[in-house]
């Protein structure tokens, strides 16, 4: 942040020449933000130009973070090592609405995001928005008084909605890959002053990555033989239950982390092969066992099941032809996480979600790897997108998992093929034994809630779930 530097808070970038600016794009889709930071002897200046082809905003109360919005972290405080917000510390986020808005118009959240005193202006552009700010450099929660050199905490999230809800998170820095500033201080990262005219002291962009892995680009989905190492057909009869020696059925209803609505039990009614070949996973309004969940007796049942202690494995091809449910709030989800999560918590155990499908979008199924540093909405992967929609049949969904790299497939089409050199020196932890996950949760942070369009049962139909390893 260069100072002294005379900026208009107007929502008009042109005064801001010269200063350098950093942009930050989406792990997939087209979704950026360009950002920079300022200084006189009274005021903080930031602005943020957000690239968003859609704007959503006002759609959700107060609850901008599941919306766009623009959120400006600083910690005023000069102890950089605090975790805890408390005075000094401010999460300042700024949604779209207040475009044209001006003194007790402006809306303004987030955590202590009223005590700095910032003033924003807003504008819609022709590619998304532009949020504009000052915050005094003097108030009743921090003295900021830039010095060549000095720094402050700091850090830019950019909350995006493609449809309804908030689908993608941008976070700067190199520090909050894994979206943590909203609660831990410690993972913003820095704003830099210097005064014009002198010299800037280096700093470090990035963590040096080494040599980089080299993928091989001729790798397809019938380039290499397989041999069959583990499957489940799921052929029996009619109502019959999972195959205990394949399948554990995990039992609880604590919103497993993502605020899920629903119960997983171990009854027939939600998991049970349906007599044609598949096994049918089945999410239901109704609650017959007097189920409790986080927010007091449960609304929803459904099955989550598991081959943690029976079949665990590293590498190979796990595939799956699924038919999955429709509706909103519905997100079926065929999944891997390691098999030392017991010991090493997620989500430095790793997560590989071969499939994922979440109501509201009803052609796009997405795969993605989440560890430590690159983990919920900072997951790394893509997306896969059909011209009907993917509760309409069955559909073949698999990774392919080599050391160093994995490749995503939908009825035989590469995706997305995610390496190490993605992780930009974050450590990969797809190196050690995982185990298959398959469930329909109901409602969630992603999903958000079933509304009155959400038909009951819901069901997932999985034809086989099949593991292979290379042949020798």
Request: hydrophobic share 40%; net charge negative; aromatic share 12%.
């Amino acid at each position: 942040a260069p100072f002294p530097v005379k900026i208009t808070v107007d929502g008009d970038l042109a005064d801001w020449a010269g200063v350098p600016t950093v942009t930050v794009k989406a792990s997939s889709g087209d979704a950026a933000v360009t950002f920079a930071a300022a200084a006189d002897d009274k005021f903080l200046y930031m602005y943020g130009d957000v690239l968003d082809d859609k704007v959503i905003s006002g759609e959700h109360g107060s609850d901008y973070w599941n919306e766009d919005s623009l959120e400006f972290y600083i910690n005023g405080t000069g102890d950089l090592t605090l975790s805890r917000y408390q005075d000094g510390i401010v999460q300042i986020t700024v949604p779209p609405l207040n475009a044209g808005k001006t003194g007790d118009e402006i809306v303004i959240s987030g955590i202590n995001g009223t005590k700095a005193g910032a003033v924003p202006a807003v504008k819609l552009t022709d590619t998304g928005y532009v949020v504009e700010m000052s915050v005094p450099l003097h108030n009743d929660i921090w003295n900021i008084e830039p010095t060549h050199n000095g720094e402050i905490g700091f850090n830019v999230n950019v909350n995006v909605a493609a449809q309804t809800n908030r689908s993608t998170k941008i976070n700067w820095s190199f520090n909050d890959m894994g979206d943590q500033s909203y609660q831990n201080a410690k993972a913003f990262g820095k704003l830099i002053f210097f005064e014009v005219g002198k010299e800037v002291v280096a700093v470090p962009t990035e963590t040096d990555a080494g040599d980089a892995f080299v993928v091989d680009s001729s790798v397809g989905w019938d380039t290499r033989k397989w041999d069959l190492a583990w499957s489940d057909e799921f052929e029996g009869d009619a109502g019959t239950a999972i195959n205990p020696a394949k399948w554990t059925a995990e039992t609880g209803g604590w919103g497993w982390g993502n605020n899920e609505l629903e119960y997983y039990t171990t009854r027939t009614e939600n998991a049970s092969l349906d007599g044609n070949g598949n096994l049918a996973i089945v999410a239901r309004k109704e609650n017959p066992g007097a189920y409790q969940c986080h927010y007091g007796t449960c609304e929803y049942t459904s099955a989550r099941l598991i081959t943690k202690n029976k079949m665990e494995f590293t590498y190979g091809r796990v595939e799956g032809r699924i038919k999955v449910p429709r509706g909103q709030g519905i997100w079926p989800a065929f999944w891997m996480l390691g098999a030392n999560i017991d010991s090493t918590l997620w989500p430095a155990c790793g997560e590989i979600d071969i499939m994922e499908n979440v109501g509201f979008e009803p052609s796009i199924v997405h795969g993605t790897i989440h560890g430590p540093g690159y983990s919920g909405t900072q997951g790394i992967g893509g997306s896969y997108e059909i011209d009907g929609e993917f509760a309409d049949d069955f559909h073949v969904f698999a990774v392919d998992w080599d050391p160093n790299v994995i490749r995503w497939y939908v009825d035989g089409n590469l995706t997305k093929t995610v390496s190490i050199n993605d992780l930009n020196g974050r450590e990969w932890v797809f190196d050690h034994d995982f185990f298959i996950i398959l469930n329909v949760a109901v409602g969630g942070y992603w999903p958000r809630n079933p509304d009155a369009t959400t038909e009951f049962p819901q069901t997932m139909l999985i034809d086989y779930v099949r593991v292979y390893e290379l042949a020798k």
